[in-house]
Protein backbone atom coordinates (compact mmCIF):
# COMPACT_ATOMS: atom_id res chain seq x y z
CA UNK A 1 0.00 0.00 0.00
CA UNK A 2 1.21 3.60 -1.24
CA UNK A 3 1.96 6.17 1.27
CA UNK A 4 -0.17 8.71 1.64
CA UNK A 5 1.86 11.95 0.40
CA UNK A 6 3.10 14.57 2.87
CA UNK A 7 0.34 17.20 1.86
CA UNK A 8 1.20 19.15 4.09
CA UNK A 9 5.09 19.74 3.24
CA UNK A 10 4.50 20.22 -0.13
CA UNK A 11 2.21 23.09 0.40
CA UNK A 12 5.52 24.41 2.56
CA UNK A 13 7.51 23.69 -0.02
CA UNK A 14 5.28 25.87 -2.64
CA UNK A 15 4.98 28.45 -0.39
CA UNK A 16 8.43 28.82 1.05
CA UNK A 17 9.32 31.46 -1.41
CA UNK A 18 6.01 33.31 -0.65
CA UNK A 19 7.68 33.74 3.02
CA UNK A 20 10.45 36.36 1.40
CA UNK A 21 7.10 39.00 1.16
CA UNK A 22 4.89 37.54 4.10
CA UNK A 23 3.84 40.88 4.88
CA UNK A 24 2.62 41.66 1.13
CA UNK A 25 1.54 38.10 0.52
CA UNK A 26 -0.19 36.95 4.08
CA UNK A 27 -3.72 37.30 2.50
CA UNK A 28 -2.70 35.36 -0.38
CA UNK A 29 -1.47 33.05 1.19
CA UNK A 30 -4.13 32.53 3.83
CA UNK A 31 -6.71 32.29 0.73
CA UNK A 32 -4.65 29.28 -0.65
CA UNK A 33 -4.62 27.64 2.26
CA UNK A 34 -8.40 27.56 2.74
CA UNK A 35 -8.96 26.33 -0.87
CA UNK A 36 -6.69 23.43 -0.01
CA UNK A 37 -8.94 22.36 2.45
CA UNK A 38 -12.17 22.54 0.83
CA UNK A 39 -10.64 20.74 -1.82
CA UNK A 40 -9.87 18.20 0.79
CA UNK A 41 -5.97 18.61 0.38
CA UNK A 42 -5.99 19.45 4.01
CA UNK A 43 -7.68 19.07 7.09
CA UNK A 44 -8.88 21.57 9.27
CA UNK A 45 -5.89 20.97 11.54
CA UNK A 46 -2.91 20.89 8.84
CA UNK A 47 -4.26 23.96 7.90
CA UNK A 48 -3.82 25.85 11.33
CA UNK A 49 -0.43 24.24 11.57
CA UNK A 50 0.81 25.23 8.51
CA UNK A 51 -0.54 29.01 9.33
CA UNK A 52 1.56 28.44 12.54
CA UNK A 53 4.73 27.26 10.80
CA UNK A 54 4.63 30.06 8.25
CA UNK A 55 3.75 33.17 10.67
CA UNK A 56 6.59 31.59 12.73
CA UNK A 57 9.31 31.38 9.22
CA UNK A 58 7.92 35.11 8.57
CA UNK A 59 8.53 37.00 11.72
CA UNK A 60 12.02 34.85 12.42
CA UNK A 61 13.29 35.71 8.79
CA UNK A 62 11.99 39.13 7.62
CA UNK A 63 14.68 39.23 4.94
CA UNK A 64 14.60 42.12 2.32
CA UNK A 65 12.71 40.44 -0.98
CA UNK A 66 15.91 41.97 -3.01
CA UNK A 67 18.55 40.54 -1.22
CA UNK A 68 19.27 37.14 -1.86
CA UNK A 69 21.97 34.53 -0.54
CA UNK A 70 24.13 33.66 -3.85
CA UNK A 71 25.71 31.27 -1.67
CA UNK A 72 24.88 28.70 1.33
CA UNK A 73 24.55 31.35 3.80
CA UNK A 74 21.38 30.49 6.44
CA UNK A 75 21.24 34.25 6.84
CA UNK A 76 22.07 37.67 4.82
CA UNK A 77 21.78 41.11 5.76
CA UNK A 78 21.46 44.46 3.96
CA UNK A 79 21.89 47.73 6.14
CA UNK A 80 23.68 50.73 6.52
CA UNK A 81 23.60 54.23 7.92
CA UNK A 82 24.20 57.96 7.37
CA UNK A 83 25.01 60.90 9.45
CA UNK A 84 24.85 64.30 8.18
CA UNK A 85 27.12 66.62 10.23
CA UNK A 86 27.44 70.42 10.24
CA UNK A 87 29.77 72.18 12.44
CA UNK A 88 30.36 76.16 13.11
CA UNK A 89 32.82 78.50 15.23
CA UNK A 90 36.25 77.41 15.40
CA UNK A 91 35.24 73.63 13.89
CA UNK A 92 37.88 71.06 15.18
CA UNK A 93 39.32 72.82 17.79
CA UNK A 94 38.83 70.30 20.31
CA UNK A 95 41.16 68.00 18.42
CA UNK A 96 43.84 70.77 18.42
CA UNK A 97 43.17 72.26 15.49
CA UNK A 98 42.96 75.96 16.15
CA UNK A 99 41.65 78.50 13.28
CA UNK A 100 44.49 80.45 13.70
CA UNK A 101 47.40 77.78 13.45
CA UNK A 102 50.49 79.16 11.46
CA UNK A 103 51.11 74.81 11.53
CA UNK A 104 47.65 73.00 11.07
CA UNK A 105 45.54 74.26 7.78
CA UNK A 106 42.25 75.40 9.72
CA UNK A 107 38.57 73.50 9.31
CA UNK A 108 36.18 76.15 8.19
CA UNK A 109 32.42 75.87 8.86
CA UNK A 110 30.80 73.35 6.83
CA UNK A 111 28.35 71.25 6.16
CA UNK A 112 29.49 67.74 5.05
CA UNK A 113 29.20 63.55 4.90
CA UNK A 114 30.78 62.43 8.27
CA UNK A 115 29.71 58.78 7.49
CA UNK A 116 27.82 57.35 4.79
CA UNK A 117 28.41 53.14 5.07
CA UNK A 118 26.45 50.17 3.48
CA UNK A 119 27.09 46.65 5.05
CA UNK A 120 26.32 42.92 4.31
CA UNK A 121 26.53 40.88 6.90
CA UNK A 122 25.13 37.00 7.49
CA UNK A 123 25.69 33.75 9.28
CA UNK A 124 26.08 30.18 8.00
CA UNK A 125 24.93 27.18 9.83
CA UNK A 126 28.18 25.87 10.27
CA UNK A 127 28.92 28.38 13.34
CA UNK A 128 30.40 31.37 10.85
CA UNK A 129 29.11 34.98 10.53
CA UNK A 130 30.60 37.58 8.47
CA UNK A 131 30.47 40.88 7.60
CA UNK A 132 31.49 43.47 4.78
CA UNK A 133 31.14 47.08 5.39
CA UNK A 134 32.16 50.04 3.03
CA UNK A 135 32.26 53.98 3.76
CA UNK A 136 31.53 56.21 0.76
CA UNK A 137 32.79 59.39 2.90
CA UNK A 138 36.45 58.43 3.85
CA UNK A 139 37.94 60.93 1.18
CA UNK A 140 39.62 63.37 4.42
CA UNK A 141 42.26 64.57 2.19
CA UNK A 142 45.01 63.77 5.07
CA UNK A 143 45.25 60.33 5.37
CA UNK A 144 46.76 58.53 2.18
CA UNK A 145 44.63 55.30 2.89
CA UNK A 146 41.30 56.82 3.24
CA UNK A 147 40.19 57.87 -0.18
CA UNK A 148 36.44 58.00 -1.28
CA UNK A 149 34.99 54.85 -0.64
CA UNK A 150 36.97 52.14 1.24
CA UNK A 151 36.56 49.63 4.03
CA UNK A 152 35.70 49.40 7.71
CA UNK A 153 34.52 45.80 9.22
CA UNK A 154 35.67 43.21 6.83
CA UNK A 155 35.69 39.78 8.65
CA UNK A 156 34.68 36.07 9.68
CA UNK A 157 34.32 35.25 12.79
CA UNK A 158 33.70 31.27 14.05
CA UNK A 159 31.20 31.14 16.82
CA UNK A 160 30.71 27.84 17.92
CA UNK A 161 31.51 28.33 21.44
CA UNK A 162 30.60 31.47 23.33
CA UNK A 163 33.68 31.10 25.57
CA UNK A 164 36.31 31.38 22.12
CA UNK A 165 35.47 32.84 19.34
CA UNK A 166 37.99 33.68 16.90
CA UNK A 167 38.12 36.71 13.95
CA UNK A 168 40.03 37.26 11.23
CA UNK A 169 39.91 40.18 9.17
CA UNK A 170 39.25 44.08 9.62
CA UNK A 171 38.04 45.77 12.68
CA UNK A 172 38.33 47.88 15.51
CA UNK A 173 41.56 46.54 17.99
CA UNK A 174 39.95 45.80 21.19
CA UNK A 175 41.47 48.66 22.93
CA UNK A 176 39.28 51.56 24.74
CA UNK A 177 35.42 51.67 25.64
CA UNK A 178 34.62 55.01 23.96
CA UNK A 179 36.37 53.98 20.73
CA UNK A 180 34.56 50.24 20.06
CA UNK A 181 31.50 51.83 20.92
CA UNK A 182 29.62 51.74 17.51
CA UNK A 183 29.66 55.13 15.65
CA UNK A 184 25.69 54.88 15.84
CA UNK A 185 25.28 55.09 19.46
CA UNK A 186 28.22 57.12 21.34
CA UNK A 187 26.21 60.17 23.05
CA UNK A 188 28.13 62.76 21.57
CA UNK A 189 29.21 64.12 17.91
CA UNK A 190 32.37 62.72 18.05
CA UNK A 191 34.54 60.93 20.04
CA UNK A 192 37.08 62.35 22.44
CA UNK A 193 40.51 64.14 22.03
CA UNK A 194 41.96 61.27 24.33
CA UNK A 195 40.53 58.45 22.45
CA UNK A 196 41.02 59.41 18.91
CA UNK A 197 44.95 59.90 19.72
CA UNK A 198 45.52 57.31 21.77
CA UNK A 199 43.71 54.26 20.36
CA UNK A 200 44.47 51.70 17.31
CA UNK A 201 40.95 51.94 16.14
CA UNK A 202 40.50 49.21 12.96
CA UNK A 203 43.49 47.29 12.18
CA UNK A 204 44.00 43.99 9.83
CA UNK A 205 44.65 40.71 12.12
CA UNK A 206 42.53 37.64 14.12
CA UNK A 207 41.30 37.79 17.52
CA UNK A 208 40.15 35.17 20.34
CA UNK A 209 37.33 36.48 22.06
CA UNK A 210 34.55 36.06 24.13
CA UNK A 211 32.48 35.01 27.82
CA UNK A 212 34.31 32.34 29.78
CA UNK A 213 31.46 32.17 32.08
CA UNK A 214 28.67 31.89 29.14
CA UNK A 215 27.62 27.90 29.90
CA UNK A 216 29.32 27.27 33.07
CA UNK A 217 27.80 30.37 34.75
CA UNK A 218 25.01 31.47 32.73
CA UNK A 219 23.07 33.75 34.84
CA UNK A 220 26.31 35.82 35.12
CA UNK A 221 27.65 35.44 31.78
CA UNK A 222 28.51 39.04 32.12
CA UNK A 223 30.83 39.06 34.70
CA UNK A 224 33.81 38.05 32.51
CA UNK A 225 34.59 38.81 29.04
CA UNK A 226 37.87 39.07 27.00
CA UNK A 227 39.08 39.71 23.71
CA UNK A 228 43.00 39.44 22.47
CA UNK A 229 44.59 40.19 18.86
CA UNK A 230 47.35 40.10 16.98
CA UNK A 231 47.08 42.55 14.16
CA UNK A 232 49.54 43.84 11.27
CA UNK A 233 49.85 47.58 13.40
CA UNK A 234 49.79 49.46 10.62
CA UNK A 235 46.17 50.74 10.46
CA UNK A 236 43.16 50.02 7.92
CA UNK A 237 43.37 48.84 4.07
CA UNK A 238 46.75 48.75 4.18
CA UNK A 239 48.06 44.99 3.04
CA UNK A 240 51.91 45.06 3.84
CA UNK A 241 53.08 45.41 6.87
CA UNK A 242 55.50 47.91 7.62
CA UNK A 243 57.84 45.81 9.32
CA UNK A 244 58.40 42.30 10.83
CA UNK A 245 56.83 42.83 14.16
CA UNK A 246 53.08 42.90 14.72
CA UNK A 247 50.95 44.62 17.33
CA UNK A 248 49.21 42.82 20.25
CA UNK A 249 46.08 43.69 21.75
CA UNK A 250 43.79 42.93 25.10
CA UNK A 251 40.59 43.73 26.84
CA UNK A 252 39.82 42.08 30.05
CA UNK A 253 35.81 43.34 31.41
CA UNK A 254 33.72 42.74 34.15
CA UNK A 255 29.84 43.29 34.93
CA UNK A 256 30.23 43.03 38.47
CA UNK A 257 26.77 44.29 39.41
CA UNK A 258 23.41 44.05 37.13
CA UNK A 259 20.14 44.89 39.37
CA UNK A 260 18.48 47.60 40.86
CA UNK A 261 19.55 50.49 42.39
CA UNK A 262 17.05 53.17 44.24
CA UNK A 263 14.67 51.58 42.08
CA UNK A 264 15.81 51.56 38.93
CA UNK A 265 17.26 48.93 36.34
CA UNK A 266 21.43 49.42 37.02
CA UNK A 267 24.65 47.99 35.69
CA UNK A 268 28.06 48.92 36.60
CA UNK A 269 31.25 47.72 34.21
CA UNK A 270 34.49 47.76 34.53
CA UNK A 271 37.40 47.52 32.09
CA UNK A 272 41.08 47.48 31.18
CA UNK A 273 43.20 47.60 28.29
CA UNK A 274 46.69 47.41 26.86
CA UNK A 275 48.72 47.20 23.63
CA UNK A 276 51.97 47.04 22.44
CA UNK A 277 53.25 47.25 18.63
CA UNK A 278 56.20 48.29 16.98
CA UNK A 279 56.18 50.25 14.03
CA UNK A 280 58.08 50.73 11.05
CA UNK A 281 59.32 54.61 9.50
CA UNK A 282 55.95 56.28 7.88
CA UNK A 283 53.51 55.06 9.77
CA UNK A 284 50.89 56.92 11.23
CA UNK A 285 50.30 55.72 15.25
CA UNK A 286 47.21 58.11 15.45
CA UNK A 287 45.07 57.07 12.90
CA UNK A 288 41.99 58.86 14.04
CA UNK A 289 43.16 61.43 16.12
CA UNK A 290 46.18 64.44 16.89
CA UNK A 291 48.79 63.22 18.61
CA UNK A 292 51.74 65.38 17.29
CA UNK A 293 52.54 68.59 19.10
CA UNK A 294 53.54 71.91 17.51
CA UNK A 295 55.06 74.52 18.17
CA UNK A 296 52.37 76.83 18.37
CA UNK A 297 50.19 74.32 20.39
CA UNK A 298 48.63 72.95 17.72
CA UNK A 299 48.17 69.45 17.24
CA UNK A 300 48.22 67.27 14.09
CA UNK A 301 48.73 63.58 13.20
CA UNK A 302 51.52 61.42 14.52
CA UNK A 303 53.43 60.07 11.81
CA UNK A 304 56.87 57.79 12.89
CA UNK A 305 59.82 59.38 11.48
CA UNK A 306 61.70 56.33 12.10
CA UNK A 307 61.00 52.83 13.82
CA UNK A 308 59.55 52.83 17.36
CA UNK A 309 57.51 50.99 19.61
CA UNK A 310 54.32 52.01 21.80
CA UNK A 311 53.25 50.84 24.78
CA UNK A 312 49.55 51.92 25.98
CA UNK A 313 47.05 50.99 28.26
CA UNK A 314 43.92 52.17 29.57
CA UNK A 315 41.18 51.82 32.45
CA UNK A 316 37.33 52.32 31.93
CA UNK A 317 34.35 52.26 33.60
CA UNK A 318 30.12 52.84 32.82
CA UNK A 319 27.62 53.15 35.20
CA UNK A 320 23.77 53.10 34.33
CA UNK A 321 20.75 53.82 36.94
CA UNK A 322 17.76 53.97 35.10
CA UNK A 323 17.88 57.14 32.85
CA UNK A 324 21.43 58.00 34.04
CA UNK A 325 24.57 56.78 32.34
CA UNK A 326 28.51 57.57 33.56
CA UNK A 327 31.07 56.78 31.52
CA UNK A 328 34.87 57.70 32.00
CA UNK A 329 38.10 56.73 31.08
CA UNK A 330 41.90 57.14 31.13
CA UNK A 331 44.69 56.09 28.21
CA UNK A 332 48.12 56.59 27.97
CA UNK A 333 50.43 55.74 25.54
CA UNK A 334 54.43 55.76 25.61
CA UNK A 335 55.84 55.99 22.39
CA UNK A 336 59.94 55.32 22.41
CA UNK A 337 62.24 55.47 18.79
CA UNK A 338 64.02 52.64 18.17
CA UNK A 339 67.15 54.90 17.61
CA UNK A 340 67.25 57.31 20.75
CA UNK A 341 68.74 60.13 18.02
CA UNK A 342 65.67 60.28 16.16
CA UNK A 343 62.65 61.92 18.53
CA UNK A 344 62.62 62.09 22.17
CA UNK A 345 60.34 59.62 24.03
CA UNK A 346 57.65 60.62 24.99
CA UNK A 347 54.40 59.70 26.83
CA UNK A 348 50.67 61.03 25.77
CA UNK A 349 47.91 60.55 28.37
CA UNK A 350 44.50 61.98 28.73
CA UNK A 351 40.49 61.21 30.29
CA UNK A 352 37.29 62.18 29.83
CA UNK A 353 34.21 61.92 32.00
CA UNK A 354 30.58 61.40 29.97
CA UNK A 355 27.34 61.75 31.46
CA UNK A 356 23.94 61.43 30.38
CA UNK A 357 20.31 61.85 31.20
CA UNK A 358 16.85 60.92 29.40
CA UNK A 359 14.15 63.06 29.88
CA UNK A 360 10.59 61.41 30.43
CA UNK A 361 9.22 59.75 27.73
CA UNK A 362 13.36 58.67 26.79
CA UNK A 363 13.08 61.06 23.54
CA UNK A 364 14.87 63.73 24.92
CA UNK A 365 18.76 62.86 26.08
CA UNK A 366 20.80 65.42 28.09
CA UNK A 367 24.47 64.74 27.77
CA UNK A 368 28.12 66.42 29.62
CA UNK A 369 31.02 65.86 28.70
CA UNK A 370 35.06 67.05 30.75
CA UNK A 371 37.91 66.00 29.07
CA UNK A 372 41.34 66.44 28.71
CA UNK A 373 44.56 65.65 26.72
CA UNK A 374 48.20 65.83 27.99
CA UNK A 375 50.81 65.16 24.57
CA UNK A 376 53.42 65.12 26.93
CA UNK A 377 56.02 66.48 24.41
CA UNK A 378 56.36 70.10 25.87
CA UNK A 379 55.45 71.84 29.29
CA UNK A 380 51.88 73.06 29.88
CA UNK A 381 50.36 71.41 26.54
CA UNK A 382 47.56 69.92 27.65
CA UNK A 383 44.41 70.44 25.59
CA UNK A 384 40.80 70.56 27.54
CA UNK A 385 37.38 70.92 26.44
CA UNK A 386 33.56 70.84 27.91
CA UNK A 387 30.43 69.80 26.45
CA UNK A 388 27.40 70.00 26.53
CA UNK A 389 24.45 68.50 24.58
CA UNK A 390 21.09 67.25 23.37
CA UNK A 391 19.88 64.00 21.75
CA UNK A 392 16.51 63.75 20.25
CA UNK A 393 15.86 60.12 19.25
CA UNK A 394 12.47 60.26 16.73
CA UNK A 395 12.71 56.26 16.50
CA UNK A 396 15.67 55.33 18.84
CA UNK A 397 19.34 55.52 17.07
CA UNK A 398 17.47 54.36 14.15
CA UNK A 399 16.48 58.00 13.15
CA UNK A 400 18.05 60.70 15.24
CA UNK A 401 18.98 64.05 15.75
CA UNK A 402 21.97 65.76 17.97
CA UNK A 403 23.17 69.21 19.28
CA UNK A 404 26.90 69.92 21.06
CA UNK A 405 28.22 73.45 22.12
CA UNK A 406 32.44 72.79 23.06
CA UNK A 407 34.50 75.00 24.63
CA UNK A 408 38.14 74.07 24.31
CA UNK A 409 41.13 75.69 26.52
CA UNK A 410 44.80 75.59 25.06
CA UNK A 411 47.13 75.96 28.22
CA UNK A 412 50.21 76.15 26.30
CA UNK A 413 48.71 79.37 24.84
CA UNK A 414 47.75 80.41 27.67
CA UNK A 415 51.44 80.38 29.13
CA UNK A 416 53.32 81.39 26.10
CA UNK A 417 51.15 84.25 24.57
CA UNK A 418 51.57 85.27 21.23
CA UNK A 419 51.08 82.19 19.96
CA UNK A 420 46.98 83.15 19.59
CA UNK A 421 44.06 82.89 21.24
CA UNK A 422 44.29 79.98 24.08
CA UNK A 423 40.34 79.32 23.98
CA UNK A 424 37.67 78.53 21.31
CA UNK A 425 34.26 77.56 20.82
CA UNK A 426 32.18 75.25 17.56
CA UNK A 427 29.06 74.07 17.27
CA UNK A 428 28.17 70.33 16.05
CA UNK A 429 24.98 69.34 14.69
CA UNK A 430 23.98 65.79 13.25
CA UNK A 431 21.67 63.90 11.36
CA UNK A 432 21.70 59.93 11.72
CA UNK A 433 19.63 57.45 9.89
CA UNK A 434 19.84 53.82 10.01
CA UNK A 435 18.62 51.41 7.51
Avoid at 166 to 178: D, H, M, N, R, Y
Avoid at 224 to 248: C, K, P, S
Wanted: charged letters at 20%; glycine letters at 10%.
Amino acid sequence: MKAKPNYKAIVIGALAPLLWGANIHAQSNEALVNKLVQKGVLTEQEAQELTTEMEKEAKEAKPSPFVLPWGKEAKLRLGGFIQANAEFGDAGSMFGVFPDSTTVAPIHSRFFLRRARINVSGDFLEDFDFKLEGDFEQGDGISSSRTGFSGTDIFLNWHRFPEANFKVGQWKAPFGVEQTTPDTTILTIERSQPTGALTPERQIGAQLWGKPLANLWPGQKDLLEYALGVFNGNNRNIQLNDDAHFMYVGRVASTPFAGQLFGQDATWKLGGDGFYSRSGAGTRISQTGNLKFNADGSLSGFTLPAAAKSTGWAVNQDLRVGPFDLVAEYLEEKVEPLDSTAFATFTANGYYVLGSYYLPGRKFQLVGEYESFNPGQASNDDVRSVAGGINYYIKGDYLKLMLNYIHTWSDFRHANPGNGEDSFDEVLLRAQVMF
